[in-house]
């Protein structure tokens, strides 16, 4: 790109700058989107604003097309890189300003499993989403899950395994909750490749998550029916 | 007679042709490949298999087909399809798995769980599939995020080669210093199921 072409963040009005900053995400433009974010505050967005209207509806296009097979995992990785990038400045201020928060969940790769890409990425959006997300990484025995679980106390518990060898230990996990009488305690969701919804209802699982995309979508579905379920008890 | 049709991964066509050669198989099984890259993205795997198979089906040049795939990341739907059709597919999860045997393999895997596997064919495609296919050549700063947990290459060789075992080191240097690991496999079990798939 020649210098008369380049754009200049600051000179474009809200709209197009939130538009732009859509493009930035998709093209995983990290030093672009921190700068969107960075104006946008200084224009006086909330911090709230900022995430859900820039980065959650940027990544909200990258999550449809990963879905669609239109982008691959190093374009999405590369996005969800940018919406990290520009979640680190709104982090510490939307703590201060005490936006909403969804839920929480506290989310893991199975034991045997180093395969964390899909983990994170459902990370990232999640947090995007506005939940509180608490990661446990890679290779957890049930121990840990239990652990995590008792010290956040989240409504979610999120598992993933990319192999067909592991995916099997997340039955040992809803198992012992079940054995401990504190399944229903959890809104159980499950993900990766090898994964399907025939799986996850035969492990226990409340859902199938296909993709980053829809774990959010499935989480906040699920954490509605959880809030008014409470709230008619 | 009709020959029988192995329809296959692209990385181990080369493979499936070397032992039909060399058991003099040429009369009675054909190879038909499929895009190796797939390897990246196995949701293609199936819809271009049923593509294949459908064709070679309507075609009545074959007795029988077989399928050269392992699981490769389908998560039982290939199995399934397979199921259907009343097909046959080589056993295991990978050919990672059929060319190490699967009791080595699971024996691989037990020592260390942040192994990459490379073959004959990875070893020498590795720029190609891996580095330019994930984009770790234009963004390197993916390879933490896609292979910070593995630390070591294994590098299960079906051809003794000195060149695809250098091909191998580089590929452990590239993956950020991995420790290297060759194990020269031969075909493994891929040899009985050409066998199997020849017999019909």
Known sequence: MSDEDEIILAELNDEELVQQMHDDLYEGLKEEVVEGVEILLDRGWTPYDVLTKALVAGMTIVGIDFRDGILYVPEVLMAANAMKAGMGILKPLLAETGAPKIGSMVIGTVKGDIHDIGKNLVSMMMEGAGFEVYDIGINNPVENYLEALEEHKPEILGMSALLTTTMPYMKVVVETLVEKGVRDDYIILVGGAPLNEEFAESVGADAYCRDAAVAVETAKEWVAKMHNRRASA | ?200
Request: charged share 25%; with cysteine.
């Open chain 2, 1 to 200: 007679m009709k020959p029988n049709l192995v329809i296959g991964c692209g990385a181990i066509a080369q493979e499936l042709v070397a032992l039909i050669k060399a058991n003099g198989l040429e009369q009675r099984l054909e190879v038909t490949a499929l895009p190796a890259i797939w390897h990246n993205t196995p949701e293609k795997i199936l819809p271009g298999l049923k593509e294949k198979v459908t064709a070679a089906q309507q075609s009545g040049r074959y007795d029988t087909i077989y399928i050269g795939y392992a699981d490769c990341g389908t998560g039982g739907l290939l199995d399934r399809y397979i199921a259907d059709e009343g097909l046959e597919r080589i056993a295991g999860d990978h050919c990672y798995a059929f060319y190490a045997g699967q009791a080595k393999f699971a024996e691989l895997f037990e020592q260390e769980l942040g192994t990459f596997y490379l073959t004959d064919y990875l070893a020498r495609h590795f720029d190609r599939l891996i580095i330019q296919g994930y984009k770790l050549d234009t963004h390197p700063e993916l390879l933490p995020m896609m292979f910070g947990h593995y630390s070591k290459l294994v590098y299960l060789a079906q051809i003794d080669d000195p060149k695809l075992d250098a091909l191998a080191r580089e590929a452990a240097e590239k993956l950020g210093g991995l420790t290297y690991e060759r194990h020269l496999t031969g075909y493994g079990e891929l040899g009985e199921f050409v066998a199997q798939a020849a017999r019909g």
